[in-house]
């Protein structure tokens, strides 16, 4: 990814590396508070579990401290001297940077940077401990959040098509996945069926149609910004 393309919000692109210490702060920070900030030795530990983790990693301790160096010098992380410890700590400053994101967003940001790309389905499932979704409309909605945040997407929706009956959803913490057009990143999250699979095909159609609305008006509001530009 190139730093021209780089969303205003996120004017530092994080390694995979990074992705993963990041996220493993976010949530040690909601399930572990007792535990946080976090030592390195703490970290590498979280980085490299394997469960809730996708792709299972090996990081030592001198790729996690790189990271956080890293992420250091961009306001992501701060360390953290506790009077009478003997460990340096960390926490992350993702709301310092990102201004406005409450619980259910950090929750969904969370898990994206820990397994990568998933349905809104598994989102809803896979954050149970981080935050609960009374339904499957307010994870569509925090989605839709991230996606529209003010000062540039956060996340981004990779349609159904070939190979995969349903829209995924991923950070962009990373970059822009390569080979997604520019239009889903403001396309609705609404997941097309195979998540409920006895949906009727009225439905179906209902919900595709209310996702080509809501795309419309998105790229309406897109040309209108670029208009006001120029």
Known sequence: MSAESVTPALLFTLSSEEARVLGCL??????????????????????????????????????????LESMKSHGY?????????RAVKYRHNLKGRL????????????????RGPQTAGELRQRTERLYTFEDMPGVENTLAELIGYKEGPL???????????????MHLFCGEVEGTPAATMVSSP????????????????????????????QVSRLQNLIGAVK
Request: glycine content about 4%.
């Open 26 to 67: 976010m949530e040690k920070e909601i399930t572990l508070p007792d535990y946080y900030p976090m030592t390195l030795n703490a970290l590498v530990t979280a980085c490299n579990q394997t469960t809730n983790r996708e792709p299972i990693v090996r990081y030592d301790e001198r790729t996690v401290l790189r990271a």
């Open 77 to 85: 992380v701060f360390e953290v001297t506790i009077v009478g410890g």
């Open 99 to 114: 201004p406005g994101l409450e619980r259910p967003h950090m929750a969904l940001l969370c898990m994206l940077l820990l």
């Open 155 to 169: 996340v981004q929706c990779l349609p159904a098509g070939p190979g995969q009956r349903v829209a995924q959803f």
């Open 190 to 217: 609404v997941e097309v069926s195979a998540v409920n699979e006895s949906a009727s095909d009225a439905d179906w159609r209902a919900r595709m149609e209310a996702e080509i609305t809501l795309l419309k008006a």
